[in-house]
Protein backbone atom coordinates (compact mmCIF):
# COMPACT_ATOMS: atom_id res chain seq x y z
CA UNK A 1 0.00 0.00 0.00
CA UNK A 2 2.94 2.40 1.02
CA UNK A 3 4.20 1.64 -2.29
CA UNK A 4 1.47 2.68 -4.85
CA UNK A 5 0.58 5.65 -2.38
CA UNK A 6 4.66 6.94 -3.26
CA UNK A 7 3.92 6.59 -6.85
CA UNK A 8 0.66 8.15 -6.36
CA UNK A 9 2.34 11.24 -4.46
CA UNK A 10 5.25 11.65 -7.09
CA UNK A 11 3.34 11.34 -10.20
CA UNK A 12 1.10 14.10 -8.59
CA UNK A 13 3.74 16.62 -8.08
CA UNK A 14 5.29 16.38 -11.65
CA UNK A 15 1.63 16.82 -12.64
CA UNK A 16 2.33 20.90 -12.42
CA UNK A 17 5.78 19.95 -14.88
CA UNK A 18 4.17 18.01 -17.34
CA UNK A 19 1.51 19.72 -18.24
CA UNK A 20 3.54 22.64 -18.65
CA UNK A 21 6.24 20.95 -20.67
CA UNK A 22 5.95 22.51 -24.67
CA UNK A 23 7.48 20.26 -27.28
CA UNK A 24 8.78 23.02 -29.19
CA UNK A 25 11.43 23.41 -27.17
CA UNK A 26 13.55 20.64 -27.66
CA UNK A 27 13.62 20.54 -30.98
CA UNK A 28 17.15 22.15 -31.69
CA UNK A 29 18.39 19.41 -29.57
CA UNK A 30 17.08 17.05 -31.96
CA UNK A 31 18.88 15.00 -35.00
CA UNK A 32 17.80 15.74 -38.03
CA UNK A 33 16.85 12.18 -38.18
CA UNK A 34 14.69 12.54 -35.04
CA UNK A 35 13.03 15.85 -36.67
CA UNK A 36 12.20 13.85 -39.86
CA UNK A 37 10.53 11.07 -37.75
CA UNK A 38 8.68 13.53 -35.71
CA UNK A 39 7.10 15.72 -38.98
CA UNK A 40 5.93 11.57 -40.04
CA UNK A 41 4.11 11.43 -37.10
CA UNK A 42 2.43 14.83 -37.34
CA UNK A 43 1.64 14.27 -40.81
CA UNK A 44 -0.16 10.70 -39.66
CA UNK A 45 -2.11 12.72 -36.97
CA UNK A 46 -3.03 15.58 -39.47
CA UNK A 47 -4.68 12.78 -41.78
CA UNK A 48 -6.17 10.69 -39.32
CA UNK A 49 -8.28 13.40 -37.78
CA UNK A 50 -8.89 15.07 -41.26
CA UNK A 51 -11.89 13.97 -42.49
CA UNK A 52 -14.61 13.86 -39.23
CA UNK A 53 -12.96 17.77 -38.85
CA UNK A 54 -13.62 18.74 -42.56
CA UNK A 55 -17.64 16.65 -42.42
CA UNK A 56 -18.32 18.47 -39.24
CA UNK A 57 -17.40 21.73 -39.81
CA UNK A 58 -18.47 21.93 -43.85
CA UNK A 59 -22.03 20.15 -42.37
CA UNK A 60 -22.55 22.45 -39.21
CA UNK A 61 -22.07 24.99 -41.70
CA UNK A 62 -25.03 23.90 -44.09
CA UNK A 63 -26.77 23.20 -40.75
CA UNK A 64 -27.08 26.09 -38.93
CA UNK A 65 -27.43 27.94 -42.72
CA UNK A 66 -30.37 26.05 -43.55
CA UNK A 67 -32.22 26.78 -39.87
CA UNK A 68 -31.34 30.47 -40.43
CA UNK A 69 -33.20 30.96 -43.83
CA UNK A 70 -35.84 28.51 -42.52
CA UNK A 71 -36.00 30.90 -39.76
CA UNK A 72 -36.22 33.96 -41.76
CA UNK A 73 -38.78 32.72 -43.86
CA UNK A 74 -40.96 32.43 -40.94
CA UNK A 75 -40.31 35.87 -39.82
CA UNK A 76 -41.01 37.44 -43.07
CA UNK A 77 -43.90 35.55 -43.77
CA UNK A 78 -45.71 35.89 -40.24
CA UNK A 79 -49.04 37.38 -40.53
CA UNK A 80 -49.20 38.69 -36.52
CA UNK A 81 -47.00 39.84 -33.62
CA UNK A 82 -47.23 36.50 -31.84
CA UNK A 83 -45.34 34.93 -34.77
CA UNK A 84 -43.84 37.21 -36.06
CA UNK A 85 -41.55 38.44 -32.64
CA UNK A 86 -40.20 34.73 -32.01
CA UNK A 87 -39.43 33.77 -35.31
CA UNK A 88 -37.49 37.33 -35.62
CA UNK A 89 -35.56 36.04 -32.07
CA UNK A 90 -34.84 32.44 -33.68
CA UNK A 91 -33.63 33.90 -37.03
CA UNK A 92 -31.31 36.04 -34.84
CA UNK A 93 -29.74 33.00 -33.27
CA UNK A 94 -29.60 30.72 -35.93
CA UNK A 95 -27.69 33.21 -38.11
CA UNK A 96 -25.42 33.50 -35.28
CA UNK A 97 -24.63 30.44 -35.00
CA UNK A 98 -23.97 30.01 -38.46
CA UNK A 99 -21.31 33.26 -38.42
CA UNK A 100 -19.99 31.24 -35.13
CA UNK A 101 -19.19 28.27 -36.53
CA UNK A 102 -18.25 29.78 -39.81
CA UNK A 103 -15.42 32.41 -38.76
CA UNK A 104 -13.95 30.27 -36.36
CA UNK A 105 -12.29 27.98 -38.34
CA UNK A 106 -11.92 24.44 -37.83
CA UNK A 107 -7.86 24.09 -37.93
CA UNK A 108 -8.08 20.24 -37.99
CA UNK A 109 -9.84 20.88 -41.17
CA UNK A 110 -7.17 22.24 -43.37
CA UNK A 111 -3.78 21.37 -41.45
CA UNK A 112 -2.80 18.37 -43.54
CA UNK A 113 -2.74 19.93 -46.77
CA UNK A 114 -0.86 23.24 -44.92
CA UNK A 115 1.78 21.00 -43.27
CA UNK A 116 2.18 19.25 -46.67
CA UNK A 117 3.18 22.38 -48.17
CA UNK A 118 5.71 23.54 -46.16
CA UNK A 119 9.44 23.10 -47.74
CA UNK A 120 11.10 20.47 -45.93
CA UNK A 121 14.30 20.54 -48.60
CA UNK A 122 17.34 20.90 -46.19
CA UNK A 123 17.79 20.03 -42.38
CA UNK A 124 16.90 23.66 -41.27
CA UNK A 125 13.74 23.48 -43.39
CA UNK A 126 12.87 20.08 -41.97
CA UNK A 127 13.03 21.46 -38.24
CA UNK A 128 11.07 24.61 -38.90
CA UNK A 129 8.43 22.74 -40.32
CA UNK A 130 8.83 20.63 -37.09
CA UNK A 131 8.28 24.23 -35.78
CA UNK A 132 4.87 24.90 -37.57
CA UNK A 133 3.51 21.95 -37.17
CA UNK A 134 3.39 22.19 -33.62
CA UNK A 135 1.99 25.48 -33.82
CA UNK A 136 -1.36 24.12 -36.08
CA UNK A 137 -1.74 20.84 -33.86
CA UNK A 138 -1.81 23.72 -30.95
CA UNK A 139 -4.33 25.97 -32.68
CA UNK A 140 -6.34 22.99 -33.57
CA UNK A 141 -6.52 21.67 -30.16
CA UNK A 142 -7.21 25.21 -29.09
CA UNK A 143 -10.20 25.13 -31.00
CA UNK A 144 -11.34 22.22 -29.98
CA UNK A 145 -11.50 22.97 -26.56
CA UNK A 146 -13.19 25.92 -27.00
CA UNK A 147 -15.74 23.99 -28.88
CA UNK A 148 -16.31 22.09 -26.19
CA UNK A 149 -15.42 24.48 -23.37
CA UNK A 150 -17.68 26.34 -20.66
CA UNK A 151 -18.54 29.36 -22.45
CA UNK A 152 -20.18 27.32 -25.66
CA UNK A 153 -22.27 25.27 -23.19
CA UNK A 154 -22.70 28.62 -21.64
CA UNK A 155 -24.07 30.80 -24.08
CA UNK A 156 -27.33 29.33 -25.91
CA UNK A 157 -28.51 27.96 -22.28
CA UNK A 158 -28.57 31.93 -21.27
CA UNK A 159 -29.65 33.15 -25.00
CA UNK A 160 -32.64 30.67 -24.29
CA UNK A 161 -33.17 31.35 -20.56
CA UNK A 162 -33.31 35.10 -21.11
CA UNK A 163 -36.05 34.55 -24.21
CA UNK A 164 -38.35 31.86 -22.93
CA UNK A 165 -40.04 33.39 -20.00
CA UNK A 166 -40.42 36.75 -21.74
CA UNK A 167 -41.93 34.25 -24.65
CA UNK A 168 -44.48 33.00 -21.70
CA UNK A 169 -45.49 35.49 -19.96
CA UNK A 170 -46.49 38.10 -22.87
CA UNK A 171 -47.92 35.37 -25.98
CA UNK A 172 -48.71 32.48 -24.00
CA UNK A 173 -48.23 29.87 -26.35
CA UNK A 174 -46.08 26.85 -25.00
CA UNK A 175 -45.71 25.12 -28.11
CA UNK A 176 -44.01 27.65 -29.38
CA UNK A 177 -42.03 28.36 -26.38
CA UNK A 178 -41.03 25.28 -26.42
CA UNK A 179 -40.41 24.56 -29.58
CA UNK A 180 -38.16 27.70 -29.26
CA UNK A 181 -36.53 26.61 -26.21
CA UNK A 182 -35.56 22.91 -26.56
CA UNK A 183 -34.90 22.81 -30.52
CA UNK A 184 -32.33 25.63 -29.68
CA UNK A 185 -30.37 23.92 -27.02
CA UNK A 186 -30.87 20.12 -28.44
CA UNK A 187 -29.43 22.14 -31.86
CA UNK A 188 -26.56 23.57 -29.80
CA UNK A 189 -25.59 20.73 -28.02
CA UNK A 190 -25.51 18.67 -30.99
CA UNK A 191 -23.02 20.88 -32.13
CA UNK A 192 -20.41 21.11 -29.19
CA UNK A 193 -20.35 17.38 -28.63
CA UNK A 194 -20.37 16.15 -32.14
CA UNK A 195 -16.76 18.28 -32.27
CA UNK A 196 -14.46 16.42 -32.62
CA UNK A 197 -11.62 15.69 -30.53
CA UNK A 198 -8.60 14.09 -32.32
CA UNK A 199 -6.45 17.38 -32.76
CA UNK A 200 -7.12 18.16 -28.75
CA UNK A 201 -5.73 14.28 -27.58
CA UNK A 202 -2.67 14.46 -30.17
CA UNK A 203 -1.62 17.61 -28.67
CA UNK A 204 -1.93 16.00 -25.08
CA UNK A 205 0.16 13.02 -26.24
CA UNK A 206 2.95 15.01 -27.50
CA UNK A 207 2.99 17.42 -24.48
CA UNK A 208 3.37 14.32 -22.31
CA UNK A 209 6.31 12.93 -24.08
CA UNK A 210 9.61 13.29 -22.92
CA UNK A 211 11.64 16.02 -24.25
CA UNK A 212 14.77 16.49 -25.95
CA UNK A 213 16.11 12.44 -26.14
CA UNK A 214 13.14 10.57 -24.60
CA UNK A 215 10.61 12.88 -27.18
CA UNK A 216 12.69 11.58 -29.72
CA UNK A 217 13.18 7.92 -28.53
CA UNK A 218 8.86 8.07 -28.46
CA UNK A 219 8.71 8.76 -32.03
CA UNK A 220 11.93 7.92 -33.31
CA UNK A 221 12.45 4.10 -33.77
CA UNK A 222 15.74 3.30 -35.10
CA UNK A 223 16.27 1.24 -38.23
CA UNK A 224 16.97 -2.26 -37.15
CA UNK A 225 21.00 -3.57 -37.27
CA UNK A 226 22.08 -5.50 -40.16
CA UNK A 227 22.22 -9.13 -38.75
CA UNK A 228 25.18 -9.89 -41.70
CA UNK A 229 26.97 -6.87 -40.85
CA UNK A 230 28.40 -7.52 -37.15
CA UNK A 231 31.49 -8.07 -36.88
CA UNK A 232 33.63 -11.45 -36.76
CA UNK A 233 37.01 -11.75 -35.47
CA UNK A 234 39.11 -11.67 -38.69
CA UNK A 235 41.38 -14.54 -40.16
CA UNK A 236 44.24 -15.18 -42.28
CA UNK A 237 42.23 -15.66 -44.84
CA UNK A 238 39.40 -12.79 -44.13
CA UNK A 239 36.61 -15.70 -43.74
CA UNK A 240 35.73 -15.38 -40.57
CA UNK A 241 37.25 -16.93 -37.69
CA UNK A 242 39.97 -20.25 -37.35
CA UNK A 243 39.01 -23.63 -37.28
CA UNK A 244 41.10 -23.84 -34.45
CA UNK A 245 40.34 -20.77 -32.22
CA UNK A 246 37.44 -21.56 -29.57
CA UNK A 247 34.48 -19.63 -29.69
CA UNK A 248 33.59 -18.65 -26.68
CA UNK A 249 30.12 -20.12 -25.25
CA UNK A 250 27.00 -18.02 -24.41
CA UNK A 251 25.68 -20.74 -22.28
CA UNK A 252 25.94 -19.53 -18.59
CA UNK A 253 27.81 -21.88 -16.39
CA UNK A 254 25.72 -24.44 -14.01
CA UNK A 255 27.10 -22.96 -11.11
CA UNK A 256 25.69 -19.44 -12.16
CA UNK A 257 23.66 -18.07 -9.19
CA UNK A 258 19.60 -17.67 -11.06
CA UNK A 259 19.19 -14.05 -12.29
CA UNK A 260 17.12 -12.13 -9.44
CA UNK A 261 13.40 -12.07 -10.24
CA UNK A 262 11.63 -9.42 -12.27
CA UNK A 263 10.20 -6.23 -9.79
CA UNK A 264 6.80 -6.85 -8.80
CA UNK A 265 4.57 -3.89 -9.23
CA UNK A 266 5.60 -0.20 -10.76
CA UNK A 267 8.65 0.66 -12.01
CA UNK A 268 9.12 4.60 -11.72
CA UNK A 269 11.88 6.22 -14.25
CA UNK A 270 12.72 10.18 -14.75
CA UNK A 271 11.97 11.44 -18.06
CA UNK A 272 12.19 14.72 -19.36
CA UNK A 273 8.36 15.90 -18.29
CA UNK A 274 9.16 14.35 -14.65
CA UNK A 275 8.27 10.64 -14.07
CA UNK A 276 6.95 7.82 -16.24
CA UNK A 277 5.47 4.32 -14.51
CA UNK A 278 5.75 0.86 -16.04
CA UNK A 279 4.31 -2.63 -15.01
Not at 10 to 35: F, G, K, N, R, Y
Not at 74 to 102: E, I, N
Not at 247 to 276: C, H, I, K, Q, Y
Request: with cysteine; hydrophobic share 45%.
Amino acid sequence: MARWTLVFVLCSATAASVSAQHPSECIDTLSDAEVEAQNRWLDNRFQAGKTRARLWWYGQMVLWGAIAAYQTVLAVTADDVPSRFPAVTGTVGAWLSFLQVTLIPQEAAFAPQRFRRHPAATPEDRREKLRYGLRLLERAAGRQTLGRGFMANVTPLLWTSFWTPYFSVRFKDPPQVLQLALGGILLSEFRIWTLPQQARWDWDVIRQMACGAGMANDLYVAPEANSQSEARPASSTGEGAPADQVVPSTEPPADASPAPPAPEGPVVRSTGTGLRVTW
